[in-house]
């Protein structure tokens, strides 16, 4: 699996985003130590609270598969904006990873980083 395959499937992913409050649409593909990739999108609500990310979208799905180890995150937006990945996300990754790289790119930009840089200090019991 290429960071060319994860960046195909993070976009077409995004394709089936449901934001028709934001118009943000978010795709994630998200790779497993296995070799295993599951994928996930933004899913939002009128109750703009319970809206669901893309990163977090994929990471439960994997969990839910059985699958507790990754090594590359990559996140697409249609749109020109890095989708850097938010607090509550950073959080949920790192309970999994604490060596995972990450990917974010826009239909402008890409910028490689990874959950160490962002979240250097996570909360821990
Ligand atoms: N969103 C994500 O999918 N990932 C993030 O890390 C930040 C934000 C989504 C949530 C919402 O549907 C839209 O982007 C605008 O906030």
């Given at each position: 699996m290429t960071i060319k395959d994860l960046i195909a499937k993070a976009k077409e992913v995004?394709?089936?985003?449901?934001?028709?409050?934001?118009?943000?649409k978010v795709g994630a593909a998200l790779l497993t130590k296995s070799g295993k990739v599951f994928t996930g999108c933004n899913v939002e609500n009128s109750?703009?609270?319970l809206t669901n990310c893309a990163e977090r979208t994929a990471v439960f799905k994997a969990v839910s598969e059985g699958e507790r180890e990754f090594i590359e995150l990559v996140i697409y937006v249609d749109s020109d904006s890095l989708p850097v990945p938010c607090g509550a996300c950073r959080q949920v990754l790192s309970e999994f990873c604490s060596n995972l790289k990450i990917t974010v790119i826009s239909n402008k930009e890409q910028l490689e980083t990874t959950i160490k840089e962002l979240l250097p200090l996570r909360f821990k019991l």
């Open positions: 995004s394709s089936k985003a449901y934001a028709p409050y934001s118009n943000y109750s703009y609270g």
